[in-house]
């Protein structure tokens, strides 16, 4: 097993397999890090998926480097900002789903779409922190906006209401909940990685079914 060390900041690192290079040159060892937000992705996050008056302040949040199996068959590095007290598990979690293989299409910070949850999901971009609040509920915080949510292949696991309403629009093929590539299933194995930190899924909900998000409360 091979141990990186950061400069400063590190909360938790995590990796298996034999000791390789660069992801990006076809390693299949799992690499993860969770570090406090350094300064230039804290200028990145200002003004907009962060902004003064959200629940939570950079303190509280730590910046993840993940290893993850992409939909092109190939180990790529991915970027989440989550609580700082879910940081050590999230990467164990992501450590569980490189085991499995399970693809993600891609995992970048929200800030690359505008902290825009539309486009990020549009982009079937995976995707935990974001300041913001509840779909349809004005004032009332997300919990993307304390660092304690996460959405996994928006488009493969769309968000679907009782009357059919279905975001990303993308994803109205596979409300239906078929055996794609990146589809997650009740009592599967990506549920399972989550429900090992303590995070429920809600494809769990009565209605609306959202397929692709997984929090620490459950809501």
């Given at each position: 097993?091979?141990?990186?060390?950061?400069?400063?900041?590190?909360?938790?690192?995590?990796?298996?397999?034999?000791?390789?290079?660069?992801?990006?040159?076809?390693?299949?060892?799992?690499q993860?890090?969770?570090?406090?937000?350094?300064?230039?992705?804290?200028?990145?996050m200002s003004?907009?998926?962060?902004?003064?008056?959200?629940?939570?302040?950079?303190?509280?949040?730590?910046l993840?480097?993940?290893?993850?199996?992409?939909?092109?068959?190939?180990?790529?590095?991915g970027?989440?900002?989550?609580h700082?007290?879910?940081a050590?598990?999230?990467?164990?979690?992501?450590?569980?789903l490189?085991?499995?293989?399970?693809?993600i299409?891609r995992m970048?910070?929200?800030?690359?779409y505008?902290?825009?949850?539309?486009?990020?999901m549009?982009?079937?971009?995976?995707?935990?922190?974001?300041?913001?609040?509840v779909?349809?509920?004005?004032?009332?915080w997300?919990?993307?906006a304390?660092?304690?949510?996460?959405?996994v292949?928006?488009?493969?696991?769309?968000?679907v209401t009782?009357s059919?309403?279905?975001?990303?629009?993308?994803g109205?093929?596979?409300?239906?909940?078929?055996?794609?590539k990146?589809?997650?299933?009740?009592?599967?194995?990506?549920?399972?990685?989550?429900a090992?930190?303590?995070?429920?899924w809600?494809?769990?909900?009565?209605?609306?079914?959202?397929y692709?998000?997984?929090?620490?409360?459950?809501?």
């Open positions: 097993m091979k141990v990186l060390l950061a400069l400063f900041g590190v909360v938790g690192l995590l990796a298996s397999g034999p000791a390789a290079a660069d992801p990006s040159r076809g390693t299949t060892a799992f993860g890090s969770a570090e406090r937000i350094d300064v230039a992705t804290r200028e990145r003004g907009v998926s962060w902004r003064p008056g959200c629940p939570v302040g950079f303190g509280e949040l730590r993840l480097t993940v290893s993850h199996w992409g939909f092109d068959g190939r180990v790529h590095r970027r989440l900002v989550v700082r007290d879910y050590t598990g999230m990467v164990g979690a992501m450590r569980k490189f085991r499995l293989r399970y693809p299409r970048r910070l929200v800030d690359a505008g902290a825009d949850d539309h486009r990020s549009g982009a079937d971009n995976t995707s935990a922190f974001n300041c913001r609040y779909a349809g509920s004005p004032g009332v997300s919990e993307h304390y660092g304690r949510a996460i959405d292949n928006p488009v493969e696991n769309p968000y009782e059919g309403y279905v975001s990303p629009p993308a109205a093929r596979f409300a239906d909940r078929g055996h794609a990146g589809v997650i299933h009740r009592g599967g194995p990506v549920v399972s990685a989550f090992a930190i303590g995070w429920e809600g494809g769990n909900w009565f209605w609306p079914k959202d692709q998000h997984f929090s620490a409360t459950g809501s």
